[in-house]
């Protein structure tokens, strides 16, 4: 088994793959508050807003 670095972190799902995306200041505001308010980073409210919208899909 290959030795791990120091630091590195164990996860069944690793985020391998960024998106760069471009967005109005309003939008950004927007983001940033659910942020603050749902105490999470701007990534994991983003694959949070995915998941709804796939999951309204398939309804």
């Given at each position: 088994?290959?030795?791990?670095?120091?630091?590195?972190?164990?996860?069944?799902?690793?985020?391998?793959?960024?998106?760069?995306?471009?967005?109005?200041?309003?939008?950004?505001?927007?983001?940033?508050e659910?942020?603050?308010?749902?105490?999470?980073?701007?990534?994991?409210?983003?694959?949070?807003?995915?998941?709804?919208?796939h999951?309204?899909?398939?309804k």
């Open positions: 088994m290959a030795a791990l670095k120091k630091g590195t972190k164990l996860t069944d799902n690793p985020k391998n793959y960024m998106l760069r995306v471009r967005m109005d200041q309003e939008t950004l505001n927007q983001l940033d659910c942020c603050k308010a749902e105490r999470l980073s701007r990534s994991e409210i983003v694959r949070r807003g995915i998941k709804e919208q999951s309204r899909l398939k």
